[in-house]
Every structure is written in structure tokens, then in C-alpha cells.
């Protein structure tokens, strides 16, 4: 309700499912798929209002069609965020908990993306600001630098393809023949994929 809040929040302690939002403050959803915390928040919004947010953990139908200067569009997750009443607009803030298994590397590049259903095609919101890093098990955020005045689906995307915002794997595997290693895998979605590069370390923190 107006007024109301919600404190901590992580990969263990989160809404699953849709989660609504009354008032004309700024509010983070904690919600995520029961595995991963995958928060999204709005800032104050111009007039009290409701919005519902959800987060899904796969790629939205379409995720071909984007404005020219988006590079790469995340083809693993997408929020939900709809204004159900009032005429409120707001900028949006997406967080990520590991930027290595989101494919964020470049928080330069990184900015916060809409599907405009009526073009169709993923827009460019911009970036006013991050927080965190990158690297495994860092967490960090980015928020739009345009305020949403429509809504519903938002995803990370990247001006260049720094953020490779990874593809979706069928299964990857590794065995040892004849003293060497191969390595078999499977994707069911490549968007914007170029070329994939073999890595080894002995130490599972320097890669060659």
C-alpha cells in the first residue's frame, strides 16, 4: 500500500510471481524466479500511481527487432512492469546479483531497454547512472536515463557488444579423449552472437 516498504531482500528471500506497488514514492520490487533475486525499482513517479512487476526468467518473444543504436538485447531474462492505475512516470532501475552470468562486462555500454510493442522494437532508455562492478558474483544496477512513461517489458541492453548479455544454452559438456579435451554444447538462442572462445585455467580465477 501507499506508504508501505520492503527491507533486505536476496537470492533466498524474494517474491516469486507479480508484485503491486501504490503510491507516489520510490520503490524497490524484490522479487526473482526462487533461485536468483532479480530486482527492478522505479523512482518517485510524477503522480501517485500503481505498478505491478514481475521477473521472468527467460527471453522475451522477441528479441530480434531493436533500435539501431542498441547493439545487444539480454536474451535470458525481461521484467514485467505495468502501470495498472494513475499517470505516473518514473525512471527504472534493473539490478543484476552475478554480472559475469548475466553477461554484463562493460557498465559503460550498459543501458536500460523497452519493448515499444506499437513499432515493434526494443528502445534505447539510456543509462543516468550504475552501481556495483563487474565479474562473477558482483552485483550492481543501472538506471535509465529517459523517464518511462510506458511500460512493460524492460531488459538490459548494450550500445556495443562489450556485453555479450549471453545466449541461451541447451547444455554444455566436457570430457578427455585421447589426452586432450573436448568440449560439446548446445544453444537454443544465439541473437547477436558472433564467434564463441575456448578458455583454460588452472586456477579457476586466470583464464588463457
Not at 533466498?12 to 525499482?41: V, W
Request: overall charge negative.
Amino acid at each position: 500500500a501507499s506508504g508501505s516498504s520492503i527491507s533486505g531482500g536476496s537470492a533466498s528471500s524474494h517474491i516469486i510471481g507479480p508484485l503491486r506497488k501504490t503510491g507516489n514514492t520510490a520503490f524497490t520490487f524484490m522479487i526473482g524466479n526462487g533461485t536468483n533475486i532479480a530486482k527492478i525499482a522505479i523512482s518517485a513517479p510524477s503522480s501517485s500511481s500503481t505498478f505491478e512487476a514481475e521477473y521472468k526468467k527467460q527471453a522475451y518473444s522477441d528479441v530480434t527487432n531493436k533500435a539501431t543504436a542498441l547493439s545487444t538485447i539480454s536474451s535470458m531474462e525481461y521484467w514485467t512492469l505495468n502501470r495498472v492505475s494513475g499517470s505516473g512516470n518514473c525512471r527504472v532501475t534493473l539490478h543484476w546479483d552475478d554480472a559475469d552470468a548475466h553477461g554484463i562486462n562493460n557498465l559503460t555500454d550498459l543501458v536500460v531497454s523497452h519493448y515499444n510493442s506499437s513499432t515493434p522494437e526494443w528502445e534505447n532508455y539510456g543509462q543516468s547512472s550504475t552501481t556495483g562492478g563487474v565479474g562473477t558474483g558482483v552485483a550492481g544496477s543501472v538506471t535509465s536515463s529517459t523517464t518511462a512513461s510506458s511500460f512493460s517489458p524492460f531488459t538490459f541492453g548494450s550500445l556495443t557488444f562489450s556485453n555479450p548479455l549471453p545466449v541461451e544454452w541447451l547444455y554444455f559438456e566436457a570430457k578427455e579423449t585421447e589426452g586432450k579435451v573436448e568440449l560439446e554444447w548446445s544453444t537454443a538462442t544465439e541473437i547477436n552472437n558472433d564467434y564463441f572462445s575456448i578458455e583454460r585455467s588452472l586456477n579457476g580465477i586466470y583464464f588463457n
